[in-house]
């Protein structure tokens, strides 16, 4: 089992929707919760960090279920600039990072 | 905003060739990373440095690939000699330190590596 598992997507959704995506990871012990953004063929760029007690920033919000060992990035009001990708990145001591979710916003 | 710089941007080489990497970190931080992205996949830890010394190189392939921070500031990643599906984008990023809590990763823009 990967550490960390996202769907791949492309989630395609109209401006001005809200999407929203999860990611698993397998250890229990993850401390360091984090969401990515990374355009085609750029560099990932540090979108949020994610807090136990869930955070907003803009139009984005992280939340963290540790029972069920997930996070989940919900983006509202969706831009065409919010497509790209979107990794999710998690660990104690070392970070692993998630294949990706596609996010597509059209017009 | 201080960035990572890496060079060069793009390499193009041969198989059975060397080629090298370089990275200078973010002034000041202390933990160092190199990690490999092959399209479509999340970025892959290679070797973690927290200042010289070497803390994670359990995925690096040591036949073919070495890591240096001399000095734990800029660091060479080499490939000797390249293989065809060493072909990808070589991430280095940096954190301020190391501990229970990671800090977040800043990326440098990434060296493309083709190897033909």
């Known amino acids: 089992r990967k550490e960390v598992e996202q769907d791949p997507g492309p989630f395609n959704v109209p401006e001005g929707a809200t999407v929203a995506f999860n990611c698993t990871y397998s250890?229990?012990?993850?401390?360091?919760f984090f969401w990515y953004r990374q355009d085609c063929r750029k560099e990932p760029k540090l979108l949020m960090s994610?807090?136990?007690s869930g955070n907003e920033d803009g139009r984005f919000t992280a939340q963290l279920n540790r029972a069920s060992q997930y996070i989940s990035l919900l983006i509202r009001d969706s831009k065409l600039s919010d497509s790209a990708t979107y990794l999710c990145?998690?660990?104690?001591?070392?970070?692993?990072f998630g294949a990706g979710t596609t996010v597509t916003v059209r017009a | 905003e201080a960035e990572v710089a890496q060079s060069p941007r793009y390499k193009i080489t041969e198989k059975s060739q060397a080629v090298a990497f370089w990275c200078d970190p973010i002034?000041?931080?202390?933990?160092l990373y190199w990690y490999r992205q092959i399209l479509g996949q999340g970025p892959e830890l290679l070797v973690q440095?927290?200042?010289?010394?070497?803390?994670?190189d359990s995925q690096l392939p040591k036949d073919r690939f070495s890591a240096e921070r001399l000095k734990g500031v800029d660091s060479t990643l080499k490939i000797q000699p390249a293989e065809l599906g060493d072909s990808a984008m070589y991430l280095c990023?940096?954190?301020?330190?190391?501990?229970?809590?990671?800090?977040?990763?800043?990326f440098g823009n990434g060296t493309r590596l083709t190897v033909t």
């Open positions: 440095f927290q200042d010289e010394s070497v803390v994670d």
């Open positions: 990023a940096s954190s301020p330190r190391e501990g229970r809590e990671n800090s977040p990763l800043h």
């Open positions: 250890n229990s012990a993850s401390q360091s």
């Open positions: 002034s000041g931080h202390a933990t």
């Open positions: 990145v998690v660990g104690r001591w070392k970070l692993s």
């Open positions: 994610v807090y136990s």
